[in-house]
């Protein structure tokens, strides 16, 4: 907050991102809720201004104060976490802070909104306009999420920030839903589609600004141009949204911005130990490294201004697919062999289908028994129960001795001496049973005689 100051001082105000990645213990996630707790009693000595847009804010993972946050979890994050983040929502109420939940992957985003949703009706948080919302432009949903987050902002007479993003975990969505089967992937796959996303839900935020206060994060000057030409069109004042740019990138850019054209710009500064910081470093990395990247190619001398300030509705206009076909859907990993189809556990419409083909089966009882060539001599029949609950779903009939025997000897002998044996046990039965009718015959013609 020291290190703020000098810029403050020309304008620009900040939101501090506590790093730390996703919990794993729940101990874990209680350091990280007293680290938050902590970083809120500190940023409201700074929180002078009676507008909250113009006072520092907070962003905080879901993922770092809770160590099961996922779809199979649910119940447990609904009891657990909500209250966690309701009381450090109250706690930046009260100091006069924004408070961002930040974005994390695609198979949590509904679990994110259930969350959201439960927190932001709180009655204890009516009247303040500080609850924020981290959306990310590469996603295919974003635009859909956007809809959804006003409407729940109008049904509950809320004002709330919402914070657009290109996106953060490109890389990680197409390998998790290459891995997993799925049929495409959750995010764009080209860098020109998010472009593009990221403008026209820039667009759809300006005609939310009765329940939206916009939040622009980027580095590409192309995208800043294109929100400024927006706003203008649609009379919307610059005080009105903001910009935002992380610490050490797009200066010169956000400078002008702010100095030139009197928008309000925001400085998203990553606070943490040195430990927490690699996974910070390497997102942004793989973010801005990119030949693609806009910060990339402008201090590239190689690549022609034309090229850098490209316009991203141009290129997807000549293009035949929005999808980029060098990236390939798990079915066409391997080729000339289609791969096999997998589920996503953590989607809805997935989860839906499984039950659906699972749902008639429930009340069948199951009869398991021994696969042979011939008639099976079973032994005593069992009953098999669900371990989870206990109730029945079906019997075992286990082979019988002379089965088990006769399949050992199949193995070490071949199948002659097998046979030999079952042969041999066969006529024993039938000797046996000869015998036994025998026996029984006399004994009667005995009991007759009498």
Known sequence: MKRAEELEAKGYTYSYDMLGEAARTEADARRYHLSYSKAITAIAAAATKGDIRSNPGISVKLSALHPRYEVAKRDRVMEELVPRVRALAGLAKAAGLGFNIDAEEADRLALSLEVIEAVLADSALKGWDGFGVVVQAYGRRAGAVLDWLYALSTRLDRKIMVRLVKGAYWDAEVKRAQVLGLDSFPVFTRKQATDVSYIANAKKLLGMTDRIYPQFAGHNAHTVAAILDLAQTAGIGLREFEFQRLHGMGERLHDLVLADQGARCRIYAPVGAHRDLLAYLVRRLLENGANSSFV?????????????????????????SIANPAILTAAELFWERRNSKGFDLTDAADLAAIEAARAPHETVLFDARPRLAGSVAGGQRLDVRNPATGERVGNLLPAAAVCIIALAMLERDGLWVALGLAATVGAFVWVGGIAYGLVKSAIFVVMNAF
Do not use: H
């Not at 990339?296 to 035949?320: G, H, K, L, R």
């Open 296 to 320: 990339n190619q402008i201090v590239n001398e190689d690549v022609a201004p034309e090229t850098v300030a490209a316009c991203p509705f141009d290129y997807m206009e000549q293009v035949s």
